[in-house]
């Protein structure tokens, strides 16, 4: 199944490139996301990794992400794979003072969930628009560095 959804943050690319590459913050906007920790040393790279915890409907979900493309501030990818393998790919662009958003998601449900991915589509489409939305307005209400100072 491959979904996809774009929005206008109304923020620097860079700005926007940085708040999404934290991967740990996203419980922060995320209803899904209960937590991302990360597992290599280092700045975020390819081949970062982090442990994930996810609440699906009717349970909650671990696996591993590992980054697989980061090109700041215009593009970063990642894979996962677990109970449903997949990945993500997220490209920003700027647009008169503020960041277009566009992100594909790529999951690959095995077993009973793989026979059911026709009936999920909706509820998954409607669940991207809504983490697109929810992450916007996270990232707008942001506060700035200090001018000096490393965020």
């Known amino acids: 199944m491959r979904l996809t959804a ?13 708040l999404w590459a934290d991967l740990e913050r ?46 700041s501030p215009d593009h970063m990818a990642a894979g996962w794979s677990g109970p449903m393998s997949g990945g993500w790919d997220a490209r920003f662009g700027a647009a008169d003072g503020g960041t ?11 077993g009973v969930m793989g026979l059911l991915a026709p009936l999920m589509k909706p509820w998954a489409s409607r669940q991207l628009r809504r983490f697109m939305h929810d992450f916007r307005r996270w990232a707008e209400a942001q506060a700035l560095p200090e001018p000096g100072r490393e965020s």
């Open 26 to 71: 996203s419980p922060e906007y995320s209803a899904a996301s209960v937590e991302r920790r990360k597992l290599t040393d280092g700045p975020i790279g390819v081949g970062t990794r982090y442990h994930a915890v996810d609440r699906w409907p009717g349970r909650t979900v671990q696996f591993t992400v590992e980054v697989t493309a980061f090109e």
């Open 100 to 110: 277009d958003l566009t992100f594909m998601t790529r999951m690959e449900p095995a």
């Open 6 to 18: 774009s929005t206008r943050v109304d923020r620097p690319v860079d700005e926007v490139f940085a």
